[in-house]
């Protein structure tokens, strides 16, 4: 009786998207199912006799169990344990076997990855295993106490001692087995097809598994061992290449790339090519055959919203609102104009009031008046009065060209301001000095008091006016100074303009080789910043290392350092051998002007080069799409992103397999090109009839003639056809070929075993308790299952 | 638990009754399990090969030797046939376009793909 359990999908399953090749975009047909685990619990455990063995394949990649003499195995699923903790409650449970990762959400998965007992195809670690065993058995329907079935177990060729006695003691101590087995699953295949008349009684049989290729010659329907031969390449590596290649190819995908998904992609769409390099040559030439081979798997991508365009009212409300906004501000502003303007003119009116009082007042009170004012004399008056009217004016709204009116009063009154200026100093008199503004003063009554104190006064004022006149001077040199580098920036702002457009009409002209120039330029310029702030950051490093203040022996890692040390013991050497006459002569001391020469060029130089790389990026960035701006800080995630310049599209979102869906499998046939120095699937055959311990031609025509082919990777379309091509470059001339296929490569091992187990003589065939404790690990060592039975 | 957990019947229950030592018995919580279990090198090390005739079949004595034909030279990024390798990152690649691609990755990009060939540098 076989269970179904259709809820339980492989994981993965509900992410598909569409796939179809680029050139028909129709919808392909699934031509192989993906694996549904079967775990659902069976209830007809207590149905079976104790005699009746239970038949377990223990794969790298699936475990099979079921009972003996049956067709298909009861359970299967994948052989991995995940650890996860409970999110609420916080438990550590273990999880056998693939889910629904609907379920798992429930779990916090982060720190547990799934793990799996192997090592290569070696059983190591019997902790997980045991969890496998359980969840096994407990799936099988066991209860009870203890398993009272003898239990058929496969392993790998030439199986460790070890690992093998770690087995035994774990079947028979944790769960009370009465008796076990240990044999190759291979074998077991071989021999249900040999019954079937797939395969002869002398064959080859080649098995390409999850991590391990093994090819093992049968003669008189018993494995030859001594002939076998293994690599260590299979279904995990292919998969594990398809998934590195496509993650470099999209690394902003990289999530959506996960190991099942990736697994289901290679089993979907992955072939092997007859010949690699022609197959290699259609794609590189872009023929149509490569188009039609070519398979495309689009993401699901949204598009962004497309941004309507606004209706009439839209557009009339948006109008009504700003236009009542701008009508907000005038009036705001109106009213702020107009409060202005009557301040200034209350202060014009008393300004007015005042002058008037002061020309009433007699002139030796004028200080005393003006004392209680605030103003110290009448020009103060005067000149605020017409800086309010100024202003008032200005508040009143006059037209701009008043204001170049008023500049060049401005100019005006500034040569007024400067009378002085152009007065040599003897000639200045105390007068001007006195009041540098306004020449005429009423002389009237200092006359005669003034003739006494000027010839005293004259000898300080002299000093005061020079003071003024180099206050006038500065000032002057100073406004001076400002317009022309005003001048100046102009000049350069049309520079620059001339530039661009020089630089523009470059580009048009020839866009690529302008692009390029840009590049290299901006290569050339990152490289120097880089090194300048490497060797800045080293020299840093090593003077913050040191408390003694000079530069160890191995610490020197600077340039400039370096030069310096250079200098100082060549200038040290460049003397007689006896006395160190450095420095008699003056000339020497030019040494020291030389290294610090060396650093002060440097910062100099960063900086302009800073500026001219940033200027050339923006260019850059301005006319190449493709073009990514080197980051200043070093983290490797960001430079895996490059900006998107351009709208994402459609296309952004296709994960395209072209040559990678033969580029992968060929590593079955050249483990080379991942880096495994061993032989590939055609020549192992070669390799395992050399190791045959008799040489015989005819037995070796008989095990060309029958190549059996098992185990999960021979399910590559095209596998056929080049195993044989490829066995036929490395026999000799003639020999016959014969490369047959399992009836079932991935369930055939356990079908094999289950029939095995269901002879009457599969007792003798197994060991007890009794004689593994007994008979010791020499003997268990050398136990051999016999296959014909 | 939620009730769905329970009903997939995902968790493995902590008490199985045809054990006979129960997982929480044999490893207590608290000792650390990763230690206990040799690696595949450290088992083949024990198991002493040496010691028994070179004929007997053994774990060591199968392995495939090197391939004896000449390897082949594919482009690292796009797989075609590549004559030419970069001498300053040591990649493979098939004609001028790719080998614009290849001068232009960053040099974490560089590492992976030598590393999909096992000749990437690997500082330890």
């Known amino acids: 009786m076989v269970c179904f359990c259709s809820q339980l999908n492989r994981p993965g399953q509900r992410h598909w998207s569409i796939i179809f090749s680029t050139a028909s975009r129709e919808r392909l047909k699934k031509k192989k199912m993906p694996f549904i685990s079967k775990i659902k619990r069976q209830t007809d455990y207590n149905l079976f006799p104790s005699s009746t063995p239970i038949v377990i394949d223990n794969g790298a990649s699936y475990f099979r169990i079921g009972w003996a003499g049956e067709t298909e195995p009861r359970v299967i699923f994948r052989n991995i344990v995940q650890r996860p903790r409970h999110k609420t409650t916080g438990e550590t449970v273990s999880i056998v076997g693939d889910h629904d990762p609907a379920l798992l959400k429930y779990f916090d998965c982060t720190r547990s990855g799934p793990r799996s007992a192997f090592d290569n195809d070696v059983v190591y670690q019997f902790e997980i295993m045991e969890y496998i065993l359980d969840f096994a058995f407990d799936r099988l329907g066991a209860n009870g106490s203890g398993i009272d079935h003898p239990v058929l177990i496969t392993e790998c060729v030439c199986n460790p001692v070890h690992s093998r006695s770690k087995m035994a003691e774990l079947l028979f101590e944790t769960y009370g087995v009465p008796s076990v087995a240990f044999g190759v699953d291979t074998a077991f295949s071989y021999k249900y097809n040999q019954q079937h008349g797939i395969c002869g009684q002398d064959g080859l049989a080649i098995c390409p598994g999850f991590s391990t290729t093994h090819v093992i010659p049968f003669v008189g329907g018993e494995p030859v061992y001594r002939g076998s031969c293994r690599t260590n390449i299979g279904g995990y590596h292919v998969t594990d290449y398809l998934k590195q290649l496509l993650s470099l190819k999209y690394p902003h995908h990289m999530a959506r790339l996960t190991w099942e998904k990736v697994e289901d992609l290679k089993m979907e769409h992955c072939y092997i090519a007859p010949d690699y390099f022609s197959e290699a040559r259609l794609f590189q030439k872009g023929t149509k055959e490569a188009e039609d081979k070519t398979r495309c ?97 200005k508040a009143k709204g006059e037209p701009k060209s008043e204001q170049a009116e008023v500049e060049e009063k401005t100019e005006a009154s500034m040569n007024e301001k400067y009378p002085l200026i152009h007065i040599p100093d003897n000639m200045l008199t105390s007068e001007q000095v006195l009041n540098p503004k306004e020449p005429k003063l009423k002389k009237k009554k200092k006359k005669c008091i003034i003739i006494a104190i000027v010839i005293k006064l004259l000898l300080a004022m002299v000093s005061i006016q020079l003071k003024e006149k180099r206050r006038q001077i500065f000032l002057k040199t100073t406004t001076e100074g400002r317009q022309r580098a005003k001048q100046k920036r102009v000049e350069e702002g049309l520079e620059r303009e001339r530039k661009n457009q020089e630089d523009e009409e470059r580009r048009l002209e020839n866009p690529e080789l302008y692009a390029e120039q840009m590049r290299a330029k901006y290569k050339e310029l990152s490289e120097r910043i880089d090194q300048r702030k490497r060797l800045k950051t080293n020299g840093s490093h090593t003077n913050g290392n040191n408390t003694s203040g000079g530069v160890g022996r191995g610490e020197r890692l600077n340039a400039a ?65 493709k073009f990514v701006p080197k980051q200043e800080l070093v983290p490797p995630q960001s430079a895996a992103e490059a900006p998107r310049l351009r709208p994402l599209t459609k296309e952004d979102f296709q994960i395209v397999l072209g040559v990678e869906r033969f580029r992968c499998p060929e590593i079955l046939y050249h483990p080379n090109l991942v880096g495994i120095d061993q032989v590939g699937l055609d020549e192992m055959t070669g390799v395992s009839i050399r190791r045959l311990p008799s040489k015989d031609e005819d037995l070796e025509q008989r095990l060309t003639s029958s190549i059996f082919m098992t185990g999960g990777c021979c399910l590559f379309p095209g596998m056929s056809q080049r195993l044989e091509a490829g066995i036929r470059m490395i026999r000799p001339c003639g020999a016959p070929i014969n490369v047959v296929r399992a009836l079932d490569p991935v369930l055939d091992a356990w079908r094999g075993a289950s029939l095995y187990a269901a002879k009457l003589q599969f007792t003798e065939q197994t060991f007890t308790r009794m004689d593994y404790y007994e008979k010791g690990e020499d003997w268990l060592r050398r136990y051999q299952l016999r296959y014909t039975l | 638990m939620e009730a769905e957990v329970i009903e997939a019947e995902l968790v493995l229950p902590t008490y199985l009754s045809f054990k006979r030592v129960q997982m929480y018995e044999k490893y207590p919580k608290g000792q650390s399990r990763g230690r206990h279990w040799k690696h595949l090198k450290q088992i083949l090390q024990a198991e002493n090969y040496q010691n028994y005739p070179p004929d007997e079949p053994n774990y060591v004595n199968i392995e495939s030797p090197p391939s004896m034909h000449p390897c082949k030279r594919l482009c690292d990024m796009t797989g075609y046939k590549a004559p030419y390798y970069d001498p300053r990152t040591n990649l493979r690649y098939a004609n001028a376009e790719v080998f614009k691609l290849v001068r232009s990755l960053p040099s974490e990009y560089v590492q992976r793909y030598l590393a999909l060939r096992n000749a990437a540098v690997v500082l330890k």
Do not use: C
């Open chain 1, 561 to 625: 350092q370096r030069e310096r040390m250079r200098l100082l013991t060549t200038a040290a050497f460049d003397r007689g051998k006896g006395e160190d006459t450095f420095g008699a002569k003056d000339e020497d001391w030019q040494l020291y002007k030389l290294m610090s020469r060396d650093n002060d060029d440097d910062d100099e130089g960063a900086e302009a080069d800073e500026a001219e790389l940033a200027r050339v990026s923006s260019r850059l960035q301005e006319i190449d799409p």
């Open chain 1, 297 to 393: 798997w689009q993401l699901p991508w949204v598009p962004p919203p497309t941004e309507e365009p606004p209706s009439e009212e839209e557009i009339a409300r948006k109008a009504a609102i700003k236009e009542r906004q701008g009508q907000r501000l005038r009036e705001m502003a109106e009213a702020k104009r107009s409060s202005r303007i009557n301040e200034l003119e209350n202060e014009l009116h008393g300004l007015g009031f005042l002058l008037r009082q002061l020309e009433q007042v007699e002139a030796n009170d004028i200080p005393s008046f003006l004392s209680a004012t605030g103003y110290v004399s009448k020009q103060e008056i005067e000149s605020s009065l017409a800086k309010v009217t100024q202003s008032l004016r």
